[in-house]
């Protein structure tokens, strides 16, 4: 797991034709708006966060955020125990993200 800044994150992702950005906050916090094309998996779940992440790819360069980093920097690190390959931490998380926005379809 590596930490990026924005700056790192955008410009790491922007040339990542292998990139899953993965967002690990709750329901509530996902409505108030995404980074765009994140995929959300609450890392709240415990056991199912852990069951859902390892149906995923591990061979992707996964991109995880969360509020302000510090659940997504758990969730990159467990990703790694359980065999990812490149897990990426946001640094600051959604709270100090300057990018674009979307929000999830009601």
């Not at 992702?13 to 765009?36: H, K, M, S, W």
């Not at 890392?43 to 995880?64: A, C, P, T, W």
């Amino acid at each position: 797991m590596k930490n990026l800044t924005q700056e790192e994150w955008r410009r790491k992702l922007a040339a990542d034709d292998n990139a899953f950005i993965l967002d690990v906050r709750t329901q509530n916090e996902v409505d108030e708006g995404i980074i765009p094309d994140s995929h959300n998996i609450d890392i709240y779940e415990g056991q199912g966060f852990i069951d859902k992440v390892n149906k995923l790819d591990k061979s992707k360069n996964y991109y995880v955020y969360c509020r302000s980093g510090n659940r997504s920097g758990q969730a990159a690190q467990l990703m790694d125990q359980l065999g990812f390959e490149t897990t990426y931490n946001l640094m600051g998380g959604f709270m100090e993200w300057d990018g674009d926005v979307a929000y999830p379809e009601d």
